[in-house]
T-cell receptor
């Protein structure tokens, strides 16, 4: 997606923390999402953050939002081999309801 | 509760043919959106319907059309198929398109020969 950028690959060891980064361009974005896609499957909603928040934590997942730099990150604590997948960052603008703009995904590989 | 269901799961067509893909949203969800995901890329927005009306359209040619039925299920139609239409077509639903996140189905894998 031209408005959302992510690094393509990330490799970590099992038990380490993973940090997946995303930058977006539209400051009017209202929601920012993280989705997970496993091979042959659709997108699973992991977590999301409203644009007026700086941080959201949900079990092993921590989302950080820096609105000034238009930077979003997803931290996965104690990464497991089952976390290996493609992770997509997406933004949604309230004025354009129902449309989310996605990055091209970050492939996370977890090595035992 | 059942999630978003899409049918068929896989489909093979030839150039010039027509295809209809179907989507049933999560019970109670009135908004349905369609996305195209080409291999190696993120999903691209095609259409969004809410309460049976088109609320958004992405940058896709007129060969692509969709509709939403009174039970909020939806169809995506693609005419005059091209090789470049080969992709995973994803349907997503939400209870409120502005304030609630979208939940995706597993998609229909369309291959054009």
């Amino acid at each position: 997606g031209e408005d959302v950028e992510q690094s393509l690959f990330l490799s970590v060891r099992e038990g380490d923390s993973s940090v997946i980064n995303c930058t977006y361009t539209d400051s009017s974005s209202t929601y920012l999402y993280w989705y997970k896609q496993e091979p042959g499957a659709g997108l699973q909603l992991l977590t999301y953050i409203f644009s007026n928040m700086d941080m959201k934590q949900d079990q092993r997942l921590t989302v950080l939002l820096n609105k000034k730099d238009k930077h979003l990150s997803l931290r996965i604590a104690d990464t497991q081999t089952g976390d290996s997948a493609i992770y997509f960052c997406a933004e949604k603008k309230g004025a354009n309801a129902g449309k989310s703009t996605f990055g091209d995904g970050t492939t996370l590989t977890v090595k035992p | 509760d059942a999630g978003v269901t899409q049918s068929p799961t896989h489909l093979i067509k030839t150039r010039g043919q027509h295809v209809t893909l179907r989507c049933s949203p999560i019970s109670g969800h009135k908004s349905v959106s369609w996305y195209q995901q080409v291999l190696g890329q993120g999903p691209q927005f095609i259409f969004q319907y809410y309460e049976k009306e088109e609320r958004g359209r992405g940058n896709f040619p007129d060969r692509f059309s969709a509709r939403q039925f009174p039970n909020y299920s939806s169809e995506l139609n693609v005419n005059a198929l091209l090789l470049g239409d080969s992709a995973l077509y994803l349907c997503a639903s939400s209870s409120d398109p502005e304030w609630q996140p979208q939940h995706f189905g597993d998609g229909t894998r369309l291959s054009i020969l």
